[in-house]
């Protein structure tokens, strides 16, 4: 059967068509003969996922499946959204513009 190994290395998106036996579950793909770069994301993988829906590694492959390689958040959501605001205000405030949310410059 063959499969979709899917990983973001370097920003860009890479693939390789795996050809693995019936029946094999999610965790076979580490043995499997992956290019270097996915083996590199692989051993480092926050999770994995088939067509977008988190799976485990126990999970049984079919055939045509895309195997996503999930990575580690960068930064907190959070964080760099208060860090965005924080700068947007600043810049707003050299150019004079009024807070619409602090009400002050």
Known sequence: MQIWVVAVV???AERQLLDLPDGARVGAIENA?????LRACWQKA???AIWGQV?????PLQPGD?????????????DARR????????????QGRFDRWTRSR
């Not at 799976?55 to 999970?59: E, I, Q």
Request: charged letters at 35%.
């Open 10 to 12: 370097a920003g860009k």
């Open 33 to 37: 003969d992956l290019h270097e770069s």
């Open 46 to 48: 926050a999770g994995f």
């Open 55 to 59: 799976v485990g590694l126990d999970r």
């Open 66 to 78: 895309r195997v996503e390689i999930l990575q580690p958040l960068q930064a907190d959501p959070k």
């Open 83 to 94: 860090l965005r605001v924080e700068g947007l205000r600043r810049a707003q405030a050299e």
